[in-house]
């Protein structure tokens, strides 16, 4: 997690499963964000860095902002 000059967070995600990442990740995000206090309320965006294949319906929900393979970070 990290605050952007523009002041909006970034939640990065990382995930590495031997199956594909499904919708299930976004649910596991969402109850990580409501943990996290917030008391400028600045805007949170999430992250998906995963060396995992990722579905078809999860890339179609639009929840992460973008969604990075493990080549688009070290390639």
Not at 14 to 25: D, L, N
């Amino acid at each position: 997690m990290f605050i952007r000059a523009d002041r909006v967070i970034t939640l990065c995600e990382a995930k590495y499963r031997s199956g594909k990442i499904g919708r299930g990740v976004v649910k596991e995000v969402e109850a990580k964000v409501a943990t996290y206090a917030n008391p400028s309320r600045m805007p949170i965006e999430p992250v998906l860095i995963s060396a995992s294949e990722i579905t078809r319906d999860l890339r179609d929900e639009r929840y992460f902002s973008d969604i990075l393979t493990l080549e688009d970070v070290f390639g």
